[in-house]
């Protein structure tokens, strides 16, 4: 499978908006869950931050950005809206995508990937 093609990063002040999308052509099964990660400083881990179960939409968000990020999506691209974000949303940006299959929840399936496209850079300034 290719590796996922993310894109819409940039800069931008905080509380502001920004909308991040991923090409993510030839994940797009109906057991398959899909999330972004995150890695806020270089050499971090990346972590997972959003999620969403492609067979009944079910999303899933990490407490830091519950109502402030939206993940959707819509054929073969994948979506996260960041609204209201703060400096420390800084970071890079990755998509993913994983077989559902016999794990418990998305971000258990999720933390199996390992085919990373080059991410996409989001800046939050004051």
């Known amino acids: 499978q290719a590796r996922p093609v993310e894109s819409g990063g940039g800069s931008v002040q905080t509380g502001g908006s920004l909308r991040l999308s991923c090409d993510i052509s030839g994940y797009e099964r109906n057991d398959y869950c899909m999330g972004w990660f995150r890695r806020q400083t270089p050499g971090s881990e990346r972590e997972e931050f959003a999620?969403?179960?492609?067979?009944?939409?079910t999303t899933s968000y990490a407490e830091t950005v519950q109502g402030r990020f939206t993940i959707t999506k819509d054929k073969n691209t994948l979506y996260l809206q960041l609204d209201d974000v703060k400096t420390e949303d800084t970071g890079m940006y990755y998509c993913?995508?994983?077989?559902?299959?016999?794990?418990?929840?998305?971000?258990?399936?999720?933390?199996?990937?390992?085919?990373w496209g080059q991410g996409i850079q989001v800046t939050v300034y004051p």
């Open positions: 993913s995508a994983a077989f559902r299959g016999v794990w418990d929840s998305c971000r258990r399936a999720l933390a199996t990937f390992r085919n």
């Open positions: 999620d969403i179960y492609i067979r009944d939409g």
